[in-house]
T-cell receptor, first 110, second 113 residues
Framework: DAKTTQPNSMESNEEEPVHLPCNHS???????IHWYRQLPSQGPEYVIH???SNVNNRMASLAIAEDRKSSTLILHRATLRDAAVYYC???????????FGKGTLLTVNP | NAGVTQTPKFQVLKTGQSMTLQCAQD?????MYWYRQDPGMGLRLIYYSASEGTTDKGEVPNGYNVSRLNKREFSLRLESAAPSQTSVYFCASISGGTSYEQYFGPGTRLTVT
């Protein structure tokens, strides 16, 4: 069971950094960590993914702990458009099937 | 490049009626997926197709059938709709290989009365 644990909700202020935590203590060596987000009334949107080392892209950064039992999604400057549900997902090796939990509802205050 | 498209956007069915949800992608992706999302919940995988000509069950396949018509299209059929199938249905696709980014459609909101 590829479960992850995330806080139900978090709040941030506009233009400040946001650190969204995820716990995946039973992760195995070939499991990837994926982050997706879902804006209201839309389908999920890919944010970032990683295996062992930290990853950066135009949307966010992913910091993976050395023991891989946890990770943090970093939004460097939150905007109102970043208000969404953020899902941390673990996938087995090269299996592309994703198991979504309830995610973290991020509220961004102006 | 439209990405992943789904039809219809909204549908209301009576219990026992049948319908097919359509999904198409224009990105030449190999794998396609059908998910459902109930209120306040995450998405659950119904069926997926790893490549043209193959389909497999996901987490919640009961009451559904799928057809991978060709590389572009993947349809989901409800043979006898039940109120428990009231949900938002999302289709997704992925290129595969070294790409792990799934692209999702806008969803179909289905109500069964």
């Amino acid at each position: 069971d590829a479960k992850t644990t995330q806080p139900n909700s978090m709040e941030s202020n506009e233009e400040e950094p946001v650190h969204l935590p995820c716990n995946h203590s039973t992760i195995s060596g070939t499991d990837y960590i994926h982050w997706y987000r879902q804006l209201p009334s839309q389908g999920p949107e890919y944010v970032i993914h990683g295996l062992t080392s930290n990853v950066n892209n135009r949307m966010a950064s992913l910091a993976i702990a050395e023991d891989r039992k946890s990770s943090t999604l970093i939004l460097h400057r939150a905007t109102l458009r970043d208000a969404a549900v953020y899902y941390c997902i673990r996938s087995r090796g090269s299996n592309y099937k994703l198991t979504f939990g309830k995610g973290t509802l991020l509220t961004v205050n102006p | 490049n439209a990405g992943v498209t789904q039809t219809p956007k909204f549908q209301v069915l009576k219990t026992g009626q049948s319908m097919t949800l359509q999904c198409a992608q224009d990105m030449n992706h190999n794998s396609m997926y059908w998910y459902r999302q109930d209120p306040g919940m995450g998405l659950r995988l119904i069926y997926y197709s790893a490549s043209e000509g193959t389909t497999d069950k996901g987490e919640v396949p009961n009451g559904y059938n799928v057809s991978r018509l060709n590389k572009r299209e993947f349809s989901l059929r409800l043979e006898s709709a039940a109120p428990s199938q009231t949900s938002v249905y999302f289709c997704a696709s992925i290129s595969g290989g070294t790409s792990y980014e799934q692209y999702f459609g806008p969803g179909t909101r289905l109500t069964v009365t």
